[in-house]
């Protein structure tokens, strides 16, 4: 079992960055691939990010790559994202999640727990 806890998200404005933090309790957290996904108002969720179990891999979707960067120190049982050069279209509750296998992916449905989320705001 694995609890996560966003932090990190606040009101900024475009062309600003963030770095999200996703804090991890429960056992063996450095066996668990981790992915940042986010829910725009009123649309639905979408993968953002994916670090594998060791930090090795990691993968990005289109609409971020380029000005985020997704890394982890398990010594920490912390995942961060980094979102550099923000816009008004980031706006959105940002989540991560854990999945129980080692293996980066931006595929949700694989994903077993999942945090509360954090609130990004980006103001034009």
Not at 21 to 50: D, I, M
Not at 52 to 59: H, V
Request: glycine letters at 10%; proline letters at 3%; charged letters at 15%.
């Amino acid at each position: 079992q694995v609890q996560l806890v966003e932090s990190g998200g606040g009101l900024v404005q475009a062309g600003g960055s963030l770095r999200l933090t996703c804090a991890a309790t429960g056992r063996a957290f450095s066996n668990y691939a981790v992915g940042w996904f986010r829910q725009p108002p009123g649309k639905e969720r979408e993968s953002l990010a994916s670090i594998s179990a060791n930090g090795g891999a990691t993968f990005y979707a289109d609409s971020v790559k380029g000005r985020t960067t997704i890394s982890r120190d398990n010594a920490k049982n912390m995942v961060y994202l980094q979102m550099n050069s923000l816009k008004p279209e980031d706006t959105a509750v940002y989540y991560c999640a854990a999945d129980s296998l080692p293996w980066a992916t931006l595929t949700e449905s694989i994903y077993d727990y999942w945090g509360q989320g954090t609130q990004v705001t980006v103001s034009s």
